[in-house]
């Protein structure tokens, strides 16, 4: 293919410059980029190569052309949107190298897939340097840093063009970005390349082809970006979807795509089609990509930093964490097929397959009837509001060009469907069928608000479209994607199956649908949506990540979790005994490759006689299955299936698959001596997928450490060597701030070997950790003690100050350090905690925002430090460092126990506190904010890990729900008083403040024994305490809330100063009250 061809006539004023404008465009790929003309050759001309199946993904144009190297394959085609920055951030990649590959590859796709529009590779490279810039300063632009980044041509980019397809716009450059635009370059994105739209065909750059089959439509709007991502030229793609342009495209080149509610992603300074003053759909703006996670950082990325600011349109709602709201098992909805859009065989099959994985998973899924979905009386709504606007056909005409094929086809479909949902006739003029849709609209809506307090579902699962991708200029009314246009519910694609049926499919006279070729669309990928209602945003995501992970997940993980639980203590892979037989998986036809599962064989009747590189390795002998060199490099999961030779990731990319990287020794880091080897722990070394918790770091998977192992720190002396040894294996001072003892041995086993393993970190903080809760710093302070212990905490804090965190294990080195140094100050230095876990956290977080927080690294000490910070904000009006991140599994916390999924709602009370005590949050807007936060608060719920009742004891179990309990009424507690100041409204505050004193005082007096780990709930229900209960309750603080002696002091006169000035005014605020309690809360001179 020699040259890239619209398929039109380029005779005439509009065919002229539209062949100029493609001259241009072409001209701005470097001639290094441009596929060697052996290569081009074998590829049809555009004008035959749509009429012709074939998959551009299979033939390795990037790997063949020689243009990109193997390093820029390996990032192109191994690397998702949170490991590229991951290792963007910790300088494993470079800005420059990865901008660079992505440019490459979408130049590539651009000479084949005609996905492009506007090409800045220049720019984006010069961007790129100075991103490497900053962060070899030790700076990082924000979260997006360094990331490329596309755009549909909508988006204003200053000093391009946005042509939209239309011949019109040639010319008109750009002299604004626009609003998302701005906001993706100051989080540190790369911009490099806008995609072709309009239903993926036009007069001006012509048809976009589908990578995946190119007898086949890319879908549209988005079409450009559709095709880009699946023929991995972009790790994520900025898109907008007014009735299906996000999903369609999504659905059509196999990605995931996420539909927001309108305003919650800024839309201003976009060019369409449209008449804005109309506005009769609210358009959405969203993301395209190869993975549900990089959905996820797209959205909260880009709502955390305000977009309000930068669009009139776009809403100021923050993006809540509401992993804690869903139960451990779903409630959804199947959509009903309509009458008038029938689905597809292929889209049937996915659908049944899909309910039936759920099902097994356990999740509850309830079946809707087609009458109360109304998609097709939804859709012509939609149909009649579009047609109000000429906008589109006025733009055509204008240039003189004709409207392409697909814009003439849907026409005639919708003129021809036989539907009546909607009154309107031929003699109402715009604003009386205006008027009319509109309140068909409204009807609708609440009838779908009736369905969801019916059924109660978390969300509602259906299919993208009645069908797959189909032949170009072939596809139907796109009912099932615009009727959730009409109703503005936030909606996320999951690609899920291959089409692939022996049925064929004859729709009936009257009925919405496009032409089903079962030759053609074989291999299709089929996908289903998933919605919730209304700016629940964040509920459809979290949503669909469970989905995705039980319609997506290999069939191989459930083999490593059966291993990985059926270990025993010695470290030998104990397989259930079984009857050694061999299943194929029931379905193939869909996305996963078949999966043979050979049940595990009985270790003494079952010999294994496979080779290191097969599925099982030879268990008697301990080897484990690994990864493979090449997934070992980047950290990949290396899937190996049943009697192969090459891992799945090896095999479909065409790559040689070896295993021959030496096997380390057990418990033995590259490096280590032989002394130092026989010190530490022993340890299994094992491929990531196959450990529980994957790690770079072996300590954190280590064996119970050993109190010999203090002679690894080498030249210390015999006083310090004691002090180290009692505070990691004989003093309680872990169980002192954990809400339970069974988190003692669970977290010494985690923390001692990281500990020796970076010992030149972290001796300081230990050894001012161990002086200054040594029992004669309480007893008799003696003054050399005081200095040392001093001297050492002063040391430890310049380490942590100076720390470089650029990747997950820095990180965990900087919450480990700055956990010593605040176990030191709630000792010696009570009004630094805050600060000490502010400087902590805030180090942390740009690498924490894009780490996954199920890793149990992170749930050592981060809790304890999040809510330490937390306590301190809510009594400064400040804003914390960091918005913690619960894992999606539930899990109990040594030190807030079942309460982690409700520690960023408390930030995002400190946030509203912080406005409102700095004037920028008056007015209804901030009420709103409070109402969103309490109902989130009151729906909340402690979910409780599998093992909850089995791991611990029955007081802990009751001490770990008391404190959830205390824990939510506390932060209600606050709310009102950030509603109602002191003095005003009291009734509920007092009854509030009464529940949790009474919940903490009756738990004790039944398991005579204080709840850990309460002191925020207690300190604030206090606050509204009246006489006798003042006195009663001042002398019992120290032992109900304190770490420490010094701690329990330190909580009882910061209440006593706050009863004070309570006392001494009528009416008091939160803000003000917090600057009377500040002595206790400022560092100490």
Known sequence: MASISSGVETSGDWQTKAADKRAKCLEAIPKAWLLPQSLSDTIPEQSEISKVKLDLTALELPRRSGILTEKELD???????????????????TSSEVTLAFSKRAAIAQQVTNCLTETFFEEAQQ???YLDTLREKGELAGPLHGLPVSLKDTYQVKGTEATIGAVAYIGRISTENSALVNILLGLGAVLYVKTNSVDSDNNLFGRVLNPLNTMLTAGGSSGGDGALLAFRGSPLSAATDLAGSIRIPSLCCGTYGFKPSAGRVPYGKQVMPLNAGIGVLLPSAGPIANDIKALQIFMKTVIDAAPHRNDSTAFDLPWRNVIGSLGPKLRLALLAEDPLFPYHPPVKESLDEAVRRLQQHGHEVVF????????AATTQVAMGLLSLDSTPMEIIASSGEPAVPSVKSLGRQSREIDWNFVPTNKDMDGLQKLGVLQNKRAELAEAWRKLWVKYGVDAVIGPTAQSTAVEHDGFSLPAYSTFLNVLNYPVCVIPFGRASSELEFVPKPGQGTCAYKRDVVEGAPCSIQVFTGGMRDEECLAVAEVVDQCLNKTEQSKLY???????????VWALPCCQGTVQAHATPTFRQPTTIHRSSPCLSNHPPPMQESTFFGTCLGGQLPRACDRCNAVKERCDWLADQQQCQRCLRLGRSCTVDRPRRRPGRRSGMGAAQAQSLPSQRSAPAHLQPAPSRNPSLAAASPSPSCIAEFGDISNRDRQLLQRLLFQCNLLEIFSVGTSFTGKVREQVVPHLLLSKSTFLDGLLGCALSWAGNVDDCPDSCILTSCYRYAASAVSTLASMQVTNFESMIDCIMLGALVSTFAVKLRLNDVQAICGQTLGL????????????????VFLGCMVMWELRGCIFSCSVPSLRFKPPLEAYADRHVGLCGTLLPLMYDVCKISHDLAHGQGEGAHTQSRLDVVERSIRQWQPLAPEDFNTRFTGLEISHMLCQAQVMRLAVLLLIHRLRNPFGLNDGPAQALS??????LETTFLVTRQHVRCTDFALLVACLELKDDEREKWSSNIPMFAGFSTQFGEHVRSMLMSCWTAIDAFDVLSWDVLTTLASPFLRPAS
């Open 127 to 129: 961007r790129a340097r």
């Open 994 to 999: 009464l529940s949790i004193v009474t919940q």
């Open 844 to 859: 942390v977080e740009p690498i924490y925002a894009v780490s996954d927080p199920g890793r149990p690294e992170l749930r």
């Open 368 to 375: 809707l009837d087609a009458a109360e979905c109304h998609v």
């Open 561 to 571: 979790n059966t291993l990985a639980i059926n270990s025993d203590l010695q470290g």
């Open 75 to 93: 990032i192109t085609e191994s690397y998702s949107v949170s490991t590229l920055l991951e290792s963007l951030a910790s300088g494993k990649l």
